[in-house]
């Protein structure tokens, strides 16, 4: 029987589990917290895997599992993963882009003929998110977050350009945010609502990702940003905003299919 390749990408957050079976990439994913309980599927699940593992807590995994396990640095492992599923998801993927990985922070890159750059980042990211919506609302469950805050109204939290410009013609257009979180007169008359707020944190995270981003991708001269992360999954909310922030900056916005596994799948495809 052939040794399981199994590709590992240990975060700051969660653990990102790509492995093959028969012709397809299984995925699986873990709490960074509980890497006890990783580590025990990992070691009951596989016979003799061939293990590779990227990512911040990468040594801290590699030290518990049974199996001997390589480690690889991550920027490469996320860039081999990112060409790989980008290039099953286009026909034709350009040269050079801009690649956003959108995890507990944020981290940014400028890939050429398949070798990339780290160009910059932001602390605001994930882990933003969490901690904002913790200090906010009391809320602690990714899911409930995301989708409480898909429901929820920004305008009662952020001001917009044309609040600043009341009946007057702004130079820029009115429906862009003038302050988030700056509608405090607003606020103190009437108190957002949960969802409100959770939709105003992840409006202000994807409007500074997309700030940052879009400039690198100007420095570069480069026409596409690709972001992934698992801060983009079950978040439509987030990839709207995205998306509509870098098509105002005239830019492509492009998301990955399983992108939040592309360390994963990085790790996995360096074994072969
Ligand atoms: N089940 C979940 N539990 C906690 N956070 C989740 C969950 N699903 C999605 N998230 C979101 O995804 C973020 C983590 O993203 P990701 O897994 O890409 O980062 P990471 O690789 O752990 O961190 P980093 O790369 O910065 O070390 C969290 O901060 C949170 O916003
Ligand atoms: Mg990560």
Known sequence: MNQTKIGIDAGGTLVKVAYRESSSIVYQTFPSQAIYDAVSWLNDSFLNPIVCITGGKSQLLAEKLTAPAKTIVEFDATNRGVHFLAGQQRDAIENNFMFVNIGTGTSIHYAKDMEQQRVGGTG????????????????????????????????????????IF??????????????????????????????????????????VI?????????????????????????????????????RLAGKEPVFLKNGEYSGAVGALLSLD
């Open 124 to 163: 605001i990211g994930g882990g933003t998110l969490m901690g904002l919506a913790y200090l906010l609302t009391g809320l602690w469950d990714y899911e409930r977050i995301v989708q409480l805050a898909s429901n929820g109204d920004r305008g009662n939290v952020d001001l917009k350009v044309k609040d």
């Open 166 to 207: 009341e009946g007057a013609l702004p130079p820029i257009s009115g429906e862009l945010t003038a302050s988030n979180f700056g509608k405090k007169e607003s606020m103190m008359a009437r108190n957002p609502s949960e969802s409100d707020i959770l939709a105003a944190i992840i409006g202000m995270i994807g409007e």
């Open 210 to 246: 997309v700030t940052v981003s879009s400039q690198m991708a100007f420095q570069h001269n480069v026409g596409s940003i690709i972001y992934f992360g698992s801060s983009l999954r079950s978040n439509p909310l987030l990839r709207d905003i995205i998306k509509e922030y870098t």
